[in-house]
């Protein structure tokens, strides 16, 4: 991740990646990092390597492009490699070229593409299915910027931009030799992380409208739109191709839904609900008033830019590219007051508040990012989950990053310490109950290495604590957040918690 403490505008970042479609948290916090790394660009200087992780079908590739077309290379060779497509036989002469008469049948020398990329940028995908022989080479033009074809004995040189991107935990593979350590920590110099398309809420309508509109170009037909069952289906729909499965099933539908202008859920044919549904309750259950999730969503996304510009009106309707008498007419309808957002209405001519000084010394710590894309500011927090249960780790991590924070997980109390022990975080949600080290395990090996830790653990747990466990917590007011749980109850402890510094 980019750590500084340099502001730069929201518009300056919506130029800088204009194809990067999305308003979510986790969106405009990576529009963000990019726009504040492509702002130390000079010619001739050096640029940092870059990681891009994420979920197959979340837009890498297409990511790494726009990067590198928003970067004063854009003019100069982008070289994409797929480092799982091409057989590991040819994956060598491919990247490092061949030297006349290397081989039989080397009857000229060939470059390789890291020499035909020199100048430019070079995107290697799927870069943690890497073979481990060629580690060590690739690991060595990173470094030295230098390149030896097969059966050479010379090293020449290249200038090259290095991209890299995977599906894969590296920091793991790492952990059990699969992935050489070194090269993990020298391609992540710079961490971009691109959310799955089930954590960024409200981008999926928008999506949807981009995907719908262009297959329409693409194939000369009339411009056709989604009902509004077509649209609570998809925001219920959980995506497990991310936004590749939305484009492709989206162009199908097109194709397949005759003259019909107006697509509807059952064209769509999206499999049910959320698996993980079970542990998490209705966002906002109101007896006797049945809301759609069109309109569910709608309120989170009002109340949430609300919360962020502490109540001003003008600037919240700003973040959502909203006239400000739309927004009030909407809170009107959705029936939002200030005790959603938990601030009173500032007036729209009333500046908003600046950062305490306790909030910019937070800015300078290792475990938070400061960024500043508006008026407000916006704080990426680097968060450890700790739960052996798949299902409720991916879900608490997919929810976390909803919220624009950095996200790592592990399995276990001993997994967790090990990390712990590598980095530093601003929050650790735990399980109780785990095998090895389980929660209150942590807890206390936390208390007693990481002091300053101690009242950053929130307890995410279904059991109920022993009579002189709950005393113990009580004393120390360690939160407990019982399964199942809503959304906002999770937000609203984790806000407070992050939110004692300020």
Not at 70 to 92: W, Y
Not at 182 to 192: G, K, Q
Not at 196 to 223: H, K, M, N, S, W
Not at 269 to 287: I, Q, T, W
Request: glycine share 8%.
């Amino acid at each position: 991740m980019v750590d500084s403490d340099s502001p730069f505008k929201r518009p300056q970042a919506q130029r800088v990646l204009p194809d990067l479609i999305g308003e979510s948290a986790g969106v405009t916090n990576l529009r963000a990092q990019v726009a504040h790394l492509l702002s130390r660009q000079s010619h001739g200087g050096r640029l940092p390597t870059l990681l891009i992780l994420g979920e197959t079908g979340t837009g890498k590739g297409l990511l790494a492009h726009a990067i590198h077309q928003a970067s004063i290379r854009a003019a100069q060779p982008f070289v994409d490699i797929d480092c799982a497509s091409i057989p590991e036989t040819l994956l060598e002469a491919e990247l490092f070229g061949v030297e006349r008469g290397a081989f039989t049948d080397a009857r000229q020398t060939k470059l390789g593409l890291l020499q035909t990329a020199s100048g430019g940028t070079i995107f290697l995908d799927e870069v943690g299915l890497l073979p481990k022989s060629l580690q060590g080479k690739l690991l060595k033009v990173v470094e030295e910027r230098g390149v030896r074809r097969l059966g050479s004995t010379r090293t020449e040189v290249v200038d090259l931009w290095v991209l890299a991107a995977t599906n894969v935990d590296l920091a793991a593979a790492t952990r059990d030799g699969s992935f050489r350590e070194d090269l993990y920590h020298r391609l992540a110099a710079v961490t971009l992380i691109l959310p799955p398309l089930r954590a960024r809420g409200g981008d999926i309508p928008l999506l949807a409208d981009y995907f719908l509109a262009r297959a329409c170009a693409e194939y000369r037909l009339p411009l056709k739109v989604l009902a509004p069952d077509a649209q609570a289906a998809m925001l219920a729909y959980q995506w497990p191709g991310n936004v590749r499965q939305l484009a492709n099933m989206l162009e199908r539908v097109v194709l397949l839904s005759g003259d019909d202008a107006v697509i509807s859920a059952g064209l769509l044919a999206l499999p049910a609900g959320p698996a993980a549904a079970r542990y998490v309750a209705s966002a906002h259950p109101a007896p006797g008033h049945h809301r759609s999730i069109i309109e569910t969503f709608e309120r989170e996304r009002v109340v949430e830019a609300l919360r962020r510009t502490h109540g001003n009106i003008t600037a919240a309707a700003a973040r959502l590219g909203l006239p400000r008498n739309t927004l009030r007419y909407r809170m009107l309808k959705l029936r939002i007051g200030s005790e959603d957002f938990g601030e009173t209405p500032v007036p729209p001519s009333k500046p908003p508040a600046k950062m305490s000084g306790n909030s910019a010394a937070r800015a300078k710590d290792h475990a938070t990012i400061s960024i500043r894309p508006s008026e407000d500011e916006v704080i990426v927090h680097h968060v450890l989950v700790v739960e052996d249960d798949p299902a409720v780790r991916n879900f608490l991590t997919d929810l976390l990053t909803e919220f624009g924070h950095h996200v790592e997980s592990a399995r276990s109390g001993s997994e967790a310490l090990s990390l712990l022990d590598e980095r530093s975080y601003a929050l650790i949600l735990t399980d109780l109950r785990m095998p090895d080290t389980d929660g209150e395990g942590l807890y206390q090996k936390i208390a007693q290495t990481w002091p300053h830790l101690a009242s950053r653990v929130i307890f995410v747990t279904g059991d109920t604590p022993s009579p002189a466990l709950a005393m113990f917590f009580g004393a120390r007011n360690v939160p407990i957040i019982r399964k199942p749980f809503t959304r906002i109850e999770l937000q609203r402890v984790v806000e407070r918690i992050l939110g004692r510094e300020s």
